[in-house]
Nanobody, 117 residues
Framework: VQLQASGGGLVQAGGSLRLSCAAS????????MGWFRQGPGKEREFVAA????????EYADSVKGRFTISRDNAKNTVYLQMNSLEVEDSAVYYC???????????WGQGTLVTVSS
């Protein structure tokens, strides 16, 4: 599976951005897709995930109520709608997918989100 992430950019605190992640290749094998991020000097952390099996979603506590992950089945694309952005949300955001439970085998190239104060 190949993943192409897009949608990053510069936004002021309180603003919104929508990230997209398009999957291609053996998309029939995908069980879940997720977003991770890595801020400057920080380790990569989980942000959100969407199950392709039962459409359930999961969020990191830090983004609950502000971020929404969704999927367009026809386009094999997952979105991350980010509202009420905070400076602390600045990071390179990566999308990933897994064909086995609790694993992410394929990763996109990352898209930079910068939130200014």
């Amino acid at each position: 599976v190949q993943l192409q992430a897009s949608g990053g950019g510069l936004v002021q605190a309180g603003g919104s951005l929508r990230l997209s992640c398009a999957a291609s290749g053996r998309t029939f094998s995908i069980q879940h897709m997720g977003w991770f991020r890595q801020g400057p000097g920080k380790e990569r952390e989980f942000v959100a995930a969407h199950s392709w099996i039962d459409s359930s979603t999961e969020y990191a506590d830090s983004v609950k109520g502000r971020f929404t992950i969704s999927r367009d089945n026809a386009k094999n694309t997952v979105y991350l709608q980010m509202n009420s952005l905070e400076v602390e949300d600045s990071a390179v955001y990566y999308c990933a997918c897994g064909t086995r439970a609790n694993e992410y085998e394929s990763w996109g190239q990352g898209t930079l989100v910068t939130v200014s104060s």
